[in-house]
Each structure stands twice: as structure tokens, then as C-alpha cells.
């Protein structure tokens, strides 16, 4: 059974900096891996799509890199703004059915 | 393109009503994924159906609950006679494929009073 965790829980920081948000996920065999935002009282907004044979994955000021074989995965924000403020969920896909299964989450603050 | 559309978006039910959540998938989606995601937890799958079939219902309670994707019509999620722990955020996600993005709905909150 995936199991996926999410370092940090929670991170408050002041505008423009630099953030490096982490997953690991303990079945490496997995098809892909996601990354979304959620808003408070909201869904989920797809961030970026890394397939199993990607390394990397880039959207404007956010970039995630895979690393199948450890079972980790990181997002990296560059120049953080206060619109960058909810919680940052990763989805690996595993198994049979290739389901996504979610860690708990980074919640992230960004400050003025 | 409209996006995926659940309703209602906000239930309110009496404990051991029923409660139908609705799912329309994004245009050309044939893959429909349920999850369920309880105050201060993370998102639990529920149930992942393709039309007319369900291929992976491992996360669904055995009972009370089901799930269904017609052929024609939005996908279904049921719980007959709700408890209030049922009460939750409901989201549907829907793909074109299994390896494509998983697109998410804006979730029906359900409360069991």
C-alpha cells in the first residue's frame, strides 16, 4: 500500500524567498506523480504532471523533480508571493489502477 | 471547456437520509475518480469508474455506499441512511487516461446532523 509523506506540515515565510517543498512515497513503482494546490473551502488545482521516466517538470516559477528510485519528489517555489499561500499536496499514481494516492499536505504561508 | 462539475456543492442531511453527490466530468473524460477528504485529514480515494464500470472500488465503505458512471449522465456517488461521520468534503477528479492529469471538481461539503 503507497504511503506518502509531506515535509514540512506547515511553513510561514516572508515574501521572495526560495522554497523547496518535499514527498516521499514508500512504493517507488509508481506511473506518475502530481502536484496540486488547494485553497481553503476549495479543490484542487493541478500544479504539475512528472511522468515515471521524467526528472523534471517546470511551470513559470515552479519546478518539480522526481526521483523514482528513493521514493521522493520535490517542488521547488522560487520567489515566493503571498498568492502562493494554501497547501501543497503530491499525488504519486501506483498499483493495479494506477490511483493517485495524497500525502497530508505542505501548508504554506507566504507573508508580505 | 467548462471544468469538472460536482453538485450540489453544500448537502445538508439527517442522520439515516440518503445523500446523492453528482460528477460531471471535463469534456472527452471517460476516467472518474471519488475521494473523500475529512476535517484536518488528507484526501482519501473512494472509487475510480470508467463509463459503465467500476475498475478499482477499494477505498469505498462496503456498505451503505456506491457508485456508479452511466453511460449517458453524470457519475453518482450514493451513502443511503448517513451517519454524521459521513460528513466531509466529497472530490471528483476525472482524466482522459491513466496517465494523464487528473482534473479536480469543486467538491460537495456534506454535514450529517
Known amino acids: 500500500k503507497q504511503e506518502v509523506t509531506q515535509i514540512p506540515a506547515a511553513l510561514s515565510v516572508p515574501e521572495g524567498e526560495n522554497l523547496v517543498l518535499n514527498c516521499s512515497f514508500t512504493?517507488?513503482?509508481?506511473?506518475?506523480l502530481q502536484w496540486f494546490r488547494q485553497d481553503p473551502g476549495k479543490g484542487l488545482t493541478s500544479l504539475l504532471l512528472?511522468?515515471?521516466?521524467?526528472r523534471e517538470q517546470t511551470s513559470g516559477r515552479l519546478n518539480a523533480s522526481l526521483n523514482k528510485s528513493s521514493g521522493r519528489s520535490t517542488l521547488y517555489i522560487a520567489a515566493s508571493q503571498p498568492g502562493d499561500s494554501a497547501t501543497y499536496l503530491c499525488?504519486?499514481?501506483?498499483?493495479?489502477?494506477?490511483?493517485?494516492?495524497f500525502g497530508r499536505g505542505t501548508s504554506l504561508i507566504v507573508h508580505p | 471547456n467548462a471544468g469538472v462539475m460536482q453538485n450540489p456543492r453544500h448537502l445538508v442531511r439527517r442522520r439515516g437520509q440518503e445523500a446523492r453527490l453528482r460528477c460531471s466530468p471535463m469534456?472527452?473524460?471517460?476516467?472518474v475518480y471519488w475521494y473523500r477528504q475529512l476535517p484536518e485529514e488528507g484526501l482519501k480515494f473512494m472509487v475510480y469508474?470508467?463509463?459503465?464500470?467500476?475498475?478499482?472500488e477499494s477505498g469505498m465503505p462496503k456498505e451503505r455506499f456506491s457508485a456508479e458512471f452511466p453511460k449517458e449522465g453524470p457519475s453518482i456517488l450514493r451513502i443511503q441512511q448517513v451517519v454524521r461521520g459521513d460528513s466531509a468534503a466529497y472530490f471528483c477528479?476525472?482524466?482522459?487516461?491513466?496517465?494523464?492529469?487528473?482534473?479536480f471538481g469543486p467538491g460537495t461539503r456534506l454535514t450529517v446532523l
Open positions: 477528479a476525472s482524466s482522459t487516461d491513466l496517465a494523464g492529469d487528473r482534473y
Open positions: 512504493d517507488s513503482a509508481i506511473y506518475n
Open positions: 512528472i511522468q515515471s521516466s521524467q
Open positions: 499525488a504519486p499514481s501506483s498499483g493495479g489502477s494506477y490511483i493517485p494516492t
Open positions: 469534456k472527452g473524460h471517460s476516467h
Open positions: 469508474l470508467q463509463k459503465e464500470n467500476i475498475i478499482d
